[in-house]
């Protein structure tokens, strides 16, 4: 089984006493993010989240299926996070790990549970038909910083996703093409992020987005997953070294602004997007003079 | 089904006619199984179940994590729901409801225990749930740190945990009274949290929190759930205790 490779002695140490003089390695600030880069695919609902050097992609693809019999009225939504050997060697298929549950897990409830996807819109005649929704999640670089990247590229994705639109007669329901009838938005209710916080000395220092020299030199880390309007979503301490109580309510409070920030970013860059695709209403896309 | 927890507000009185910072009766046993290393029953209210610690043992050639060949031991966690813990009967495989208590248990042990007094060797935790009735993190955690005792393994401190939920708030401006301990019905219905501390100092250890609840409403559950986790130590230490008398 290919093994993560151990960071060294040397390099933990001067990980550790750089920290102690307040500094990080890569020169970031201990409550910095690494630059978000954000960009959409030619189609709707793909999302290319870069986070300093690690990258996920993230797409959405739609479904009719038939709804299962005890939620009648809602669509379905999956998450599938899958790490691929192409994002670290140390990845295998087949073998989900531990890494791989939790990140599969904290988007579960970070965007499942929350109810951040209206499920009942995605209904189409209930009992019957429904959408069913799907959103693949591809880490295609590792470095630390996996479920707030992903996160973001889900709810990303979400927001810049347009699903077929549909007539419903009775008990027949007929899919509109894009060329027939512009797609529509889904609805989402909320936008959770989340924010990992690594702790360094019994809880003494705490850095948000650890890349992943500094993922494998923490204590602990705590994962709070919060939306703008200051609701916390899901709080996740598996274990680890333990911490201040006061420091644990302390980063949900220094979550709360990130999470301001960058969904002040992703607001923006969807934006940009909509603002390029836009070819300027009806009359433009009719009009039949072009430049020359 | 929705069910009615809006008359708390009212009498202040809950479901099950406890105040906001009552537990459920807590009965612990030690050393219930000879066959084990080690092993412990634990009821919060009735939620019930059976801890079994076997170990340390060689380990397994290639297990995952440490295994054969690693200076530290390590501690594995099989938790197995009975077809009768539930209202429903059901048959229940490893889905990643107990994939994820069993990691969260493993995690939050791994560090409180001197694993590496045991070098190539398991220590296995084997949990039976014998019936669920709400707060099943903070139980499995409570009789787990108990089985351990039993079984002898260093540890630093006792590991306990409870669940603390986030009343219904009356009013837009102020979040809802926290509860403590919560049973099925409170927790179907309400924001809830599992908090789990070490030692008396009340560090916390653990913290999962899995609805959404307003940013305010967490501290007041933190508080209440720190409380709380003493006074579960407190108990547990007396089971310990108790135990040690009849040798003394």
């Known amino acids: 089984m290919p093994r993560e490779t151990e960071i060294s002695v040397n390099e933990r140490a001067f990980i550790q006493q750089a920290l102690q003089e307040n500094l990080r390695l890569d020169g970031r600030a201990f409550d910095a993010f690494r630059p978000l880069e954000l960009t959409f695919g030619d189609e709707y609902g793909v999302a290319d989240v870069q986070l300093g050097k690690t990258r996920v992609i993230a797409r959405i693809s ?27 060697p140390a990845f295998e298929v087949g073998r989900p790990s531990d890494a791989e549950m939790v990140l599969s897990r904290i988007l579960e409830k970070a965007i499942r549970r929350s109810n951040a996807l209206d499920t009942e819109s995605l209904c189409i005649i209930a009992g019957l038909k429904c959408f069913a929704l799907r959103a693949d999640v591809h880490i295609i670089d590792h470095d630390g910083g996996l ?30 093409s894009v060329r027939e009838r512009e797609p529509i938005p889904l609805s989402i209710l909320h936008q959770p992020l989340c924010v990992s916080f690594s702790y360094f000395e019994d809880g003494e220092i705490f850095l948000i987005d650890a890349n992943l020299s500094e993922e494998q030199v923490r204590n602990a880390e705590i994962i709070v997953t919060m939306n703008k309007h200051g609701e916390v979503c899901q709080i996740a301490k598996y274990g680890g070294a333990t911490v201040d109580p006061l420091a644990l309510l302390n980063c949900t409070n220094v979550a709360l602004q990130k999470v301001k920030e960058m969904s002040k970013i992703i607001q923006g860059k969807l934006e940009a997007d909509a603002k390029k695709r836009d070819a300027g209403g009806l009359m433009a896309e009719l009009s039949a003079e072009n430049e020359r | ?17 406890r105040r906001w910072n009552e537990l459920r009766r807590l009965h612990a046993q030690i ?37 054969a060949g690693s200076s530290e031991g390590n501690l594995e966690v099989d938790v197995s729901f009975a077809g009768f813990s539930g209202v429903e009967r059901r048959k229940r495989r490893q889905d990643k409801r107990t994939t994820d208590l069993s990691h969260t248990l493993t995690s939050s042990l791994t560090p409180l225990l001197h694993l590496h007094l045991y070098p190539h060797s398991t220590i296995t935790l084997t949990l039976s749930i014998l019936s669920q009735d709400g707060s099943l993190l903070a139980a499995c955690i409570n009789s787990a740190t108990l089985a351990l005792i039993d079984a002898g393994v260093p540890m630093t401190d006792y590991l306990t945990a409870v669940t603390c939920a986030s009343s219904p708030s009356t009013s837009d401006e102020e979040a809802g009274d926290p509860l403590l301990d919560v049973n099925s019905a409170e927790e179907q219905e309400l ?16 913290c999962v929190m899995e609805s959404r609840v307003r940013g305010e409403g967490v501290e007041g559950m933190v508080a209440v759930g720190i409380e709380g986790c003493a006074r579960v130590r407190e108990i547990v230490d007396g089971v310990v205790r108790g135990y040690g008398k009849r040798f003394a």
């Open chain 1, 147 to 176: 479920v707030d990247a992903s996160c973001i590229a889900v709810m990303a994705a979400l927001q810049h996703f347009r699903r077929p639109d549909v007539v419903v007669e009775g008990e027949k329901a007929t899919i509109l």
């Open chain 2, 31 to 67: 050393s219930v199984q000879a066959a084990a290393s080690g092993s412990s029953y634990l009821e919060m209210g009735n939620t019930k179940i059976l801890c079994t610690v076997s170990g340390p043992s060689e380990a397994r050639r290639g297990a995952g994590g440490g295994g």
């Open chain 2, 1 to 17: 089904m929705p069910l009615d927890t809006s008359t708390y507000s009212l009498a202040l009185l809950r479901l099950d006619g």
């Open chain 2, 191 to 206: 924001p809830f949290l599992t908090l789990g501390t070490v030692g008396r100092e009340g560090r916390v250890g653990v």
């Open chain 1, 62 to 88: 739609v479904d009719v299926a038939v709804p299962p019999p005890e939620r009648k009225f809602d669509g379905i939504f999956q998450i599938i996070a899958e790490f691929s050997p192409m994002a670290s």
